[in-house]
């Protein structure tokens, strides 16, 4: 069975740096499309970044565009997503998600296409 269980969370300062890494186990994450969505509080959940399976494309959101950077460890089944110069506005519930299709690839930010999901990890940005 698919899992995705993300950790890396915490409290951070305004212009501090968190790395969130997300661990797959049930299938080979190298072979699916990996994203990050958040979720703040009273919001919908947004997309942050996505990693394709085979181009290795990479898409940002715009509000995270410099700052934050997605990869993966093949060697380790886990993706991560290293969060820079964090602003208020980055708080939230953090989501890491794999889309079920082998050979997905990275195409847009959007909920509906994305099949598994992790539990989530907090990441708060406060002074």
């Known amino acids: 069975q698919a899992e995705l269980v993300e950790s890396g969370g915490g409290l951070v300062q305004p212009g501090g740096s968190l790395r969130l890494s997300c661990e797959a186990s049930?299938?080979?994450?190298?072979?699916?499309?990996i994203a990050w969505f958040r979720q703040a509080p009273g919001k919908e959940r947004e997309g942050v970044s996505c990693n394709g399976s085979r181009d290795g494309r990479t898409i940002y959101a715009d509000s995270v565009k410099g700052r934050f950077t997605i990869s993966r460890d093949n060697t380790k089944n886990t993706v991560y997503l290293q969060m820079d110069n964090l602003k208020s506005e980055d708080t939230g519930v953090y989501y890491c998600?794999?889309?079920?299709?082998?050979?997905?690839?990275?195409?847009?930010?959007?909920?509906?296409?994305?099949?598994?999901w992790g539990q989530g990890t907090q990441v708060t940005v406060s002074p």
């Open positions: 049930g299938f080979s994450s190298s072979e699916h499309s």
């Open positions: 998600t794999a889309d079920a299709l082998i050979g997905s690839e990275c195409t847009v930010l959007h909920v509906a296409l994305y099949d598994y």
